[in-house]
């Protein structure tokens, strides 16, 4: 039979001073809480369904012995008849937030994210935004009424993930304070917002420039490249076919696996990829070279499939079925780092103006000022460029170097 706890006094409860959780006695799972302050409060620990949950029933003396145990039955009443007490105090408890006009903080980020939809670059986007907050803020604050929300609150979120995952933690830092700053313009709350960052967070969180760990693409040497493609085309597989189209287009890997037929333009020698795929957001025209053009009319096509290179399900080629390649090429270089194989081989082996291999590649242009006078995207002379590295890369090298080098995720 299990051990039935010793029923305490209420001179018993008054003088016990021993921080913990401790056995009232008489009614299972009744517990007094002691804090290291001395402060007292009841606690019920019971089964809810499948789950054991804590009620609190109050602060002691505030609530008395007799009061917490009739409390405590009544609760367990409650829950013998199929009925959730924690799902009322909820219950309750957003009703007076609604009834004093404050919303959640749950409430304020969906309507902000919805504010900010047509901003999103793609849906995807849009769902990431709204799911990181899900994630990370909701189970902290996101019944909490958001004119209560606090430095703290902000620290219990951000200060768990912040040097594991430091891209992610800034990003949700950044969320969290536009919709803050967002709940304060449509007045759900007042004061200074708690997730800035300049002149207040800045003082308490370490910089992430300052513990990002660097990820690095390794990228094939450029001298190597002509050697690696002649392998590469020895291969079959539509992994295969995908790679040498990523390095022939200095692509990104999903710009090219999602491709389509009806973005190219065989008239013109021109593939549009558009912005919802492309890192700028900009739709980006990409010159075809003669080798790339024979790629595509080497390819077979699938019914019922617009993908240019089509899985077996006729879907797009995954990430991995084209890192695969690589792998079973026993080469130490991933589909992204030929990108950087391209921009090594322009600025040390031509004489092609920075801003059209940038311009290749689709890097935004950091200055703003340049930006704004930049109209045209220097088709012909990428032209140009494009023809020379095709040309480059139906030759061999004899004068080898290492074969790898490390490429910032930046690139």
Request: proline share 5%.
């Amino acid at each position: 039979m299990p051990k039935i706890a010793r029923e305490l006094t209420a001179i018993e409860i008054k003088n016990l001073n021993k921080p913990g959780r401790h056995t009232v006695g008489c009614i299972p799972g009744l517990l007094i809480v002691v804090k290291d302050s001395g402060a007292k409060s009841w606690m019920l620990r019971t089964m809810i369904g499948n789950r054991r949950c804590s009620i609190g029933l109050g602060p002691y003396p505030e609530i008395s012995l007799s009061e917490a145990r009739n409390k405590a039955r009544a609760l367990k009443k409650d829950i013998y008849e199929g009925k959730d007490p924690l799902a009322e105090k909820r219950r309750i408890r957003a009703g007076l937030i609604r009834s004093n006009g404050c919303m959640t903080f749950m409430e304020v980020a969906r309507l902000c994210h919805e504010k900010k939809l047509s901003e999103f670059k793609n849906v995807k986007h849009g769902k990431d935004w709204i799911s990181s907050i899900e994630r990370f803020a909701n189970p902290l604050i996101g019944k909490l009424p958001v004119d209560e929300i606090d430095l703290q609150h902000i620290l219990k979120i951000l200060e768990p993930i912040w040097t594991e995952k430091t891209e992610t933690a800034t990003r949700l830092r950044q969320r969290l304070e536009q919709i803050l700053s967002f709940a304060t313009v449509c007045n759900y709350r007042s004061g200074d917002n708690p997730a800035r960052w300049q002149g207040h967070l800045d003082a308490i969180l370490p910089k992430p420039g300052k513990i990002k760990k660097v990820k690095h693409f390794p990228a094939l040497d450029w001298r190597e490249i002509g050697a690696f493609m002649v392998e590469l085309r020895k291969r079959d597989g539509m992994g295969a076919r995908c790679l040498e189209w990523i390095i022939l287009t200095a692509c990104r890997s999903g710009e090219a696996r999602l491709a389509i037929w009806d973005e190219i333009d065989f008239e013109n020698h021109v593939w549009t990829i558009p912005g919802d795929r492309v890192k700028t957001g900009k739709k980006h025209k990409v010159p075809l070279t003669t080798d790339a053009i024979k790629l595509l009319y080497s390819l077979p096509r699938f019914q019922g499939s617009n993908y240019v290179f089509t899985a077996a399900r006729g879907g797009p080629l995954s990430d991995m079925t084209v890192g695969m390649v690589c792998r079973r090429m026993k080469v130490a270089a991933v589909p992204h780092g030929f990108r950087s194989t391209f921009r090594d081989w322009c600025a040390e082996n031509t004489n092609f103006p920075r801003e059209v291999a940038e311009q290749a590649l689709a890097h935004a242009i950091g200055n703003q000022v340049e930006a704004a006078y930049r109209r045209g995207d220097l088709i012909e002379k990428r032209r140009l460029l494009m023809a020379a590295w095709s040309e480059y890369l139906n030759k061999i090298q004899t004068n080898k170097t290492n074969n790898v080098r490390p490429l910032r995720e930046a690139m």
